[in-house]
């Protein structure tokens, strides 16, 4: 007789469902992102902002802003709320829109591993 052992391995992902953000050409936008996971201490999250995949939006390192890898698009462009930090509001504020702004965008925390997706859509000429 044979005998099947079968181990199924089950992870999940905290999954958010993608919020759609509307902005103008030379407006500003607020991208949200925010934890529910409010025992991790701050010194201890880190929170990557990635636009279509893999351009450096933001970085926030052990709670404190790290631009040093940030795409040159984004160089005062992109701005966060350190004061909001606590509160677990990593939600960022793009200015002077383009065009070229438009796509998706995640927000990945860690060590709580929750992503939230924002989809930027822009109007105008």
């Avoid at 409010?38 to 995949?53: F, P, S």
């Avoid at 004061?83 to 925390?109: D, M, T, V, W």
């Amino acid at each position: 007789m044979n005998r099947f052992i079968c181990v199924f391995a089950v992870f999940i992902n905290k999954v958010c469902l993608q919020v759609t953000v509307e902005g103008v050409i030379g407006g500003s936008v607020v991208l949200p992102c925010s934890s529910t996971e409010h025992h991790v201490k701050l010194h201890d999250t880190d929170v990557h902002w990635r636009h279509n995949g893999s351009n450096i939006v933001f970085d926030i390192i052990k709670g404190e802003d790290s631009l040093v890898l940030q795409d040159s698009e984004y160089k005062n462009r992109a701005e966060s709320f350190p004061p909001e930090y606590l509160r677990r509001n990593f939600s960022i504020k793009l200015n002077n829109l383009q065009h070229i702004h438009a796509g998706k965008y995640i927000c990945h925390i860690t060590p709580s591993y929750e992503q939230k997706t924002v989809l930027l859509i822009i109007n105008g000429v």
